[in-house]
């Protein structure tokens, strides 16, 4: 996929851009957890998610190859939108964004601000992907898929930080949307040639991925109705499968509750907001605590772009319910 000396270019690419991001062991959430756990502050990029970092290579790449297009266009959940955002901005692209209709109000605010053309498209995610690929042919756009070697080299920076700074990690839990962020982890630790264990975490309303894992072939399901919008697949990517299969060790899937639970713990304990698909890695080791006692664990906060109501739902103690 990529070489070391490949992805330390990506790093001094993203720097320029976005600060490494830390990675702290809060005692409080130890104390909870009873478990020596680093949290990887993905929330604190500039577009509050560690999906900046792939739009930046991506269109770096892009300029690179020579490849002249009048524009961007794809579809998101919204962290991929704002990269895209982000990144086109910088190099002269236009931006155009298809999300499903009931999407984030604030991340649909944030990649507008980015100067993406936002257009609502379908019941979800998945949908208004077909609708973005269908637009771009039409229109003479590049389609920028959710999973791209690109991207994977770009968030796999994350990683790179992550592992130079805690070499010692025998697990680490994170979410699986499309797949980049782990895909970038997993690469990233056989580069370094450590022993991590990594584990992917689904949500339970929106387990292809998992279904995927255990089939040993994609499968999809017929709909991915959960609050957790960053995780919210219907049909995986048959490459960043292949690598989850060969270099995770499990997948783990998570309740509502419990990622609501993770939600106010991480305001609790460590005072930083935590979106839902950043909030599950946690909620993931929260439900799998007393076999990670006494291993040193990591858990990939990848972002903290989260609608006002949907965090005061779970500050209040409820689980956010979709409309």
């Known amino acids: 996929m990529f070489t070391l000396p490949e992805l330390e270019a990506a790093a001094g690419l993203v720097r320029r851009t976005v600060p490494p991001t830390p990675q702290y062991a809060w005692p409080l959430l130890a104390q909870r957890l009873g478990v020596d756990v680093v949290v990887k502050h993905e929330n604190h990029t500039p577009a509050g998610a560690f999906k900046v970092r792939g739009g930046l290579v991506y269109c770096d790449d892009l300029a690179k190859s020579g490849d002249r297009v009048a524009g961007l266009i794809s579809a998101t959940r919204g962290n991929h939108g704002?990269?895209?955002?982000?990144?086109?901005?910088?190099?002269?692209?236009?931006?155009?964004?298809?999300?499903?209709?009931?999407?984030?109000?604030?991340?649909?605010?944030?990649?507008?601000?980015?100067?993406?053309?936002?257009?609502?498209?379908?019941?979800?995610?998945?949908?208004?992907?077909?609708?973005?690929?269908?637009?771009?042919?039409?229109?003479?756009?590049?389609?920028?898929?959710?999973?791209?070697?690109?991207?994977?080299?770009?968030?796999?920076?994350?990683?790179?930080?992550?592992?130079?700074?805690?070499?010692?990690?025998?697990?680490?839990?994170?979410?699986?949307?499309?797949?980049?962020?782990?895909?970038?982890?997993?690469?990233?630790?056989?580069?370094?040639?450590?022993?991590?264990?990594?584990?992917?975490?689904?949500?339970?309303?929106?387990?292809?991925?998992?279904?995927?894992v255990a089939a040993g072939q994609v499968v999809e399901t017929e709909t991915a109705r959960t609050f957790i919008d960053?995780?919210?697949?219907?049909?995986?990517?048959?490459?960043?499968?292949?690598?989850?299969?060969?270099?995770?060790?499990?997948?783990?899937?998570?309740?509502?509750?419990?990622?609501a639970e993770a939600m106010r713990v991480y305001h609790t304990d460590t005072h930083n907001l935590a979106e839902p698909a950043g909030a599950a890695p946690l909620a993931a080791l929260m439900q799998e605590r007393e076999a990670m006692t006494g291993r040193r664990v990591g858990v990939i906060l990848c972002g903290g772009n989260v609608d006002r109501p949907v965090f005061a739902d779970a500050l209040a103690g409820r689980t956010p319910v979709v409309g």
């Not at 219907?234 to 060969?246: C, K």
């Open 82 to 212: 704002q990269s895209l955002g982000l990144a086109g901005k910088r190099a002269g692209l236009p931006v155009t964004i298809l999300v499903p209709h009931g999407n984030s109000v604030e991340k649909n605010a944030a990649m507008r601000a980015f100067g993406v053309a936002l257009i609502e498209h379908g019941q979800d995610f998945d949908e208004a992907r077909v609708e973005a690929d269908r637009l771009a042919q039409l229109k003479g756009l590049r389609f920028v898929p959710a999973f791209h070697p690109s991207l994977v080299r770009g968030v796999a920076t994350y990683a790179l930080e992550l592992f130079r700074a805690e070499p010692d990690l025998d697990t680490v839990y994170v979410p699986i949307g499309m797949g980049s962020g782990i895909c970038g982890l997993i690469r990233t630790r056989d580069l370094l040639g450590l022993k991590t264990r990594i584990v992917g975490v689904v949500a339970e309303r929106a387990p292809a991925y998992a279904l995927s």
């Open 230 to 259: 960053g995780v919210a697949c219907r049909s995986p990517d048959a490459d960043a499968l292949a690598i989850i299969r060969a270099g995770a060790e499990r997948i783990v899937e998570v309740s509502e509750d419990a990622v």
